[in-house]
Each structure stands twice: as C-alpha cells, then as structure tokens.
C-alpha cells in the first residue's frame, strides 16, 4: 500500500511542479475518453484531468463509503449520473481533496 501512496503522491506533485511522472501501468483502469489527462491512480479509483472543461473527474472502481463521498461533497464535487464519475473545477484544493477519496478508496 506504501508504494501505491508514494506514486499517487509523486504524480501529484508533478502535476503541481508541471514535470511529468516515470511511466507506471495503471492499478485502476477506466475509460477516461477524449481530452482528458490521467493525473494518479490507486487500485480502487483515479484521478483524471479534463483540459476542455478545466476540471477534475474522479472515478472509482466501486461505490466509495459515505467518509470518502462527503470528502468530495465538501469539497465540491458533483456525481455525474450519466458518465458514472465525481467532477468539480480544478483547483489545488480539490486536488488535493480528490487524492485523499481516492487514498481512502484504496485503503477500504
């Protein structure tokens, strides 16, 4: 679990400094689409930029407990019913916030 922390926590940072993590496969896998960036992934969800929106978008790859939704709610995420996925306009704060669901997701 410490190295799958480490790599969410190194891409992050890199996505903040603008340099681009080492190449790693993907411990979550989900269709992300068109324009948009993969920031970090756990084995229970990730993390996705979407330039054409300017925003975030969370996936899981199952329904995260209630801790890890109000976490997103707090922070302004929304469900998106249609595209099965947590969005909200990115900010460092709801970065940051979309790390620690994913984290929680993970450890669960």
């Given at each position: 679990m410490a190295d799958k922390t480490a790599t969410l926590t190194e891409a992050v940072q890199a996505k903040q400094t603008g340099s681009e993590p080492a190449?790693?496969?993907?411990?979550?896998?989900a269709d992300w689409g068109d324009g948009r960036k993969v920031i970090a992934t756990t084995s229970a969800g990730g993390i996705a930029e979407n330039a054409e929106r300017q925003g975030l978008e969370v996936r899981f790859s199952g329904r995260p407990d209630d801790d890890t939704r109000a976490i997103l709610k707090q922070s302004g995420f929304k469900w998106h019913r249609a595209g099965r996925y947590w969005y909200a306009r990115q900010s460092g704060e709801r970065l940051a916030a979309a790390q620690t669901a994913i984290r929680m997701a993970a450890q669960s």
């Open positions: 190449a790693e496969p993907a411990a979550f896998s």
